[in-house]
């Protein structure tokens, strides 16, 4: 088990370190960052300024050790075009983020995990056709498009506004958790179905134990191995907050700082999401990882 | 550094000993694709930068587009009247008892201050954005309370005109110095009609109205832009009554919008005019450059029909201009004068016959998205010269640095005709000896002899009959080597609400004060 745990932790920090690097190298070869704090037409000795300031006009390698210097010891870097840490940049969208993104996992599981169920428990009926049906429109529906299309409708046929500063949290978290929310319901059907005939229901059936209880207490945790791994990754995606949803909502969260950190070219700040993202994605893994080691007698063993 | 931020905060705030008193005034709401990181009007100097100064700035001298939508009239602004010292100092007399926003009077210091070599010009100056239009300074003086000189190297006619320019805003000396350039971008103050109460460059900026400006009172309670990033959201955001204004409005979808009930549409022509650069060199990258050869550059501009493009694309929004002819140039633009290179197929395949050209492919680098409907123009330009058997092939770049990287033969461009009074800055300027086209790394051409010499002669030439004859055989020497193409003149779309009269004339800049409001007579 030792192992296990040692072999997961190595695979976590190789990760990120690999994530750091490549950040650093695409970022930089992707376009001069100087050259897009100033206008197109610039004269040389601007942009020349601006990469003295910035530190670009160092060779590649002192830049990086730099960096990763930096980085060991808490200094995550300015932004290059306000002067604020970047980690402070980040801590003042993450409420936001989190907010969107956890109304947005809760809607998901809320709504999923039972509408699943029933479908599984239901097996053939119209209402499991029905949810079925269902879950692949949520899947499917690019969720810009979904977004887009309560925005306009909402405005043109009723006259309000579901984007922007004042707006409820509500439309932005339905568009970014529909997708998790089919994904939800499938794994729910298929893991329940699996388990609902499995030799263990049909003895407990047999002992006498009533159906509800047979769900809650036989099938229910067998069916939530699969479904921990599916949660844990949303888990660790919700930092990065959604890009689309944040955007298509003007949703003032990080998916939206990142965009525009990009475009601007803004080096420590692109770094540092990149990194965060990474860093939770991990974390998440990890977690899942070691969660199966107390759900799992499996693992354990082995 | 954020406690510096947070120092400017508390400065600005504590400054404010009333709140705005205006209950009956409208609180605008301004929906924009996106801001600049710092509202520092010279390091911030930007489209989307320009969207805000000059509610939280101003000028010293200012142009009148409330009621001349180019603009061509010089207004005194926070500079009273200027004259001419000698033929290289000009003298500026400030207006008298103007505050900031925390209430300190303005005066010759902060203005030699928002001038100065330390600010804009020295070594490694503070915001270095502002050379090209501090081009020449030697000297920024406080000569007097409310009197300070300006004096070039060489004699500028037209020196005024650069105070409109953003190194005209004029910025509080004290508080600049005492939060630092960085603070002062996140959390700015001016003497404009808005005081800025936040500011956050991925959400927007928020601003009240500064109930002691002034040149008369500001319009709106309060003002606000916030950022979102996708056009259909800001739509419907102005459809339900949330915003005021919405801007760029994407070109394609014009029309379908002007219908809706409850909101104008806007298309305004700006300063600024698409085009692309020839490269005319041959380097390591590209050895054996066809565009070397005249007579396949006239072909290129002769056999692409402008007039055509422009109307199908932009109906009658904009013009094809005759080169650096602009309208905002008032006394030297001339509507009659015509190209010296017009569109004639005929004419295309005689150049075309005449040159070199062997069916080479040219690559055209294109910045995806930068100039609203390039692409598409581009694309009916490739299929033009395809016609005449001339293969050009579009790469689109992901941004400028990357389509500066060579090898390319053609190169997106645009040039501004900004305020220098005459076409000085888009033909001398930009294709000059200081240019980028000249000097930087993705140069495209080497000046022709005459083309210096012409372009010296119309520097040095004053006196406003010759200069403007100076500035007509520099055009014709530039029309002759034909070292780019324009297109036509930029345009810029604004969606409003019926409810509010406003109307930025020609121009990006959008101002929200008692001028622009309201239809001038507030």
Sequence with gaps: MIGYILSRLIRAVATLLITVTLVFLFIRFSGDPAAALVPPDAPQEVIDQYARAMGLDQPIWVQYTGYVGGLLQGDFGFSIHTGLAVEEVFLARLPHTLELGLTALAMAIAIGIPVGAIAAIRRGSALDRFVMAFSVFAFAMPNFLFGLLMILIAALVFGTFLGGDSASVLWPALTLGLAAMGSFARFTRSSVLETINAPYMRAAEARGVPFRLRLIRHAAPNAAIPLVTLIGLSLGALVAGSVVTEQVFAWPGVGQLLVRSVATRDLAQVQFLVLVVAFTMVLANLLVDFLYLLIDPRIRAS | ?522
């Design chain 2, 1 to 522: 550094m954020s406690l510096r931020i947070l120092t400017a905060s508390a400065l600005l705030a504590g400054s404010v000993a009333l709140p705005a008193l205006a209950q009956d005034k409208p609180d605008l709401v301004i929906a924009v694709d996106n801001l600049w990181p710092t509202m520092d009007p010279v390091i911030g100097i930007s489209t989307t930068g320009a969207r805000v100064h000059s509610n939280i700035f101003d000028t010293l001298v200012r142009r009148n587009r409330w009621e001349d939508p180019d603009g061509t009239e010089l207004v005194p602004w926070l500079a009273e009247s200027w004259k001419q010292l000698s033929p290289t100092v000009w003298e500026f007399t400030l207006r008298d008892g103007v505050p900031f926003h925390d209430g300190h009077i303005m005066d010759a210091e902060d203005v030699a201050f928002s001038l100065s070599a330390e600010r804009l010009w020295g070594e490694e100056p503070l915001a270095p954005r502002g050379t090209r239009y501090t081009r020449g300074f030697t000297r920024v003086e406080a000569t007097g309370p409310l009197t300070i000189e300006v004096e070039t190297s060489f004699p500028d006619p037209n020196l005024p005109f650069r105070m409109v320019t953003p190194i005209g805003f004029v910025l509080p000396k004290h508080y600049y110095e005492e939060v630092g350039t960085e603070a002062f971008g996140q959390m700015p103050m001016g003497t404009g009609p808005y005081r800025m109460t936040s500011f956050d460059p991925s959400v927007g900026v928020e601003a009240v109205a500064f109930e002691d400006y002034w040149a008369g009172e500001p319009p709106a309670a309060s003002l606000s832009f916030e950022i979102v990033p996708e056009f259909s959201t800001r739509f419907a955001g102005l459809v339900a009554g949330e915003y005021d204004v919405v801007v760029s409005v994407p070109a394609d979808q014009v029309d379908a919008l002007d219908g809706t009930p409850g909101v104008t549409v806007m298309e305004k022509g700006i300063e600024n005019y698409p085009m692309f650069a020839f490269n005319m060199l041959e380097t390591e990258a590209l050895p054996d450059n066809p565009l070397t050869d005249v007579n396949l550059r006239k072909a290129m501009v002769a056999g692409v029909d402008r007039e055509a493009i422009t109307a199908a694309i932009w109906g009658d929004a904009t013009f094809v201009p005759t080169p650096f002819n602009f309208p905002e140039y008032g006394p030297y633009y001339d509507a009659d004068r015509e190209r010296a290179v017009p569109y004639d197929p005929e004419a295309a395949a005689a150049y075309l016959e005449a040159s070199d050209y062997a069916g080479e492919e040219l690559i055209w680098h294109i910045t995806r998205g930068f100039y609203p409907n390039y692409e598409i123009a581009a694309e009916f330009m490739v299929e033009q010269w395809a016609d005449l058997g001339i293969n050009v092939k579009i790469e689109l770049k992901d941004n400028f640095s990357l389509a500066y990287q060579r090898p390319f033969h053609l190169l997106n461009m645009s040039m501004s005709s900004e305020f220098s009074g005459d076409p000085y800055r888009p033909l001398w300027m930009d294709w000059g000896p200081q240019s980028s086209r000249f000097r930087a790394a993705h140069k495209t051409w080497d000046m022709t002899e005459d083309f210096v010499a012409l372009g010296e002669k119309f520097e040095q030439t004053l006196e406003f009959e010759a200069r403007k004859q100076a500035y007509l055989d520099l055009v014709a020497e530039w029309e002759d080597v034909t070292p780019g193409m324009y297109m036509w003149r930029n345009v810029v779309s604004y969606a409003i609400s019926d409810d509010l009269d406003w109307d930025p004339g020609n121009s990006a800049v959008t101002i929200f004060d008692h001028l622009y409001v309201g239809g001038g007579d507030g």
